[in-house]
């Protein structure tokens, strides 16, 4: 029921730009992994969410879309977060935890950049 779950926000997060996408299809791919087959097969076979995954399984990556969205995401709720909290050292606290995933973020590798050139085998 949850894999369903995070699969449906990962949908909506390919149409709504402040609801990121990546994070809600590796948790369903997680969640299907532990309970149907079927459905874990389904996701990895998918034309839009399978790319995501492959790249997460094999390279720990994520696509530097992705990331800026990701990033976007979190400075945008973050700063309206800090705006709405009345409280000095409630918006330290806040500030403080958003961090964690910005740092995450940036120590991932990015998808493009893993991706070598063909070598080249000419002898001079």
Known sequence: MAGLCFVGLGFVGIFVPLL?????????????????????DWLMAHHHFGPILRNWQTNRSMPKRA???AMATIFCSGALSIYMIAALPLKLLVATILLIPVFIILRLPSTENLASPAPNNQTK
């Open 67 to 69: 990331k800026i969205l």
């Open 20 to 40: 990121p996408t990546v994070p809600f299809v590796l948790l369903a791919a997680i969640c299907f992994a532990k309970s149907s087959d079927r459905f874990h």
